[in-house]
C-alpha cells in the first residue's frame, strides 16, 4: 500500500506529464484533468487538481495556451 504523500507524488508526475504532452492550442482545464486521473484510477477532485498545479507552478489553461 502507498502513503499518501507517496499517492500525491505519484498524480503530480502523472499531472506534469498530461499537461506537458497537451496540445498547446487547446490545454488541458482541471476538470479534464481530474478526469483523465479518473481514468487512470486516481478519483480526486477539481480542486485538488488545481491545488496540486499550483504546487508544480503550473498555471491555469488559459495562460498556458499557446496561439
Known amino acids: ?3 499518501d ?12 506529464t498530461v499537461i506537458e504532452e ?7 482545464t482541471d476538470e479534464k484533468l481530474a478526469s483523465i486521473l479518473l ?3 486516481y478519483p480526486i477532485a477539481r480542486r485538488t487538481v ?3 498545479r499550483e504546487q508544480l507552478d503550473i498555471p491555469v489553461a488559459r495562460l ?3 496561439i
Open 39 to 41: 481514468e487512470k484510477g
Open 50 to 52: 488545481a491545488k496540486y
Open 5 to 16: 504523500f507517496e499517492r500525491n507524488q505519484i498524480i503530480k508526475k502523472i499531472l506534469e
Open 1 to 3: 500500500f502507498l502513503t
Open 22 to 28: 497537451e496540445n498547446k492550442r487547446k490545454p488541458l
Open 64 to 66: 498556458r495556451k499557446k
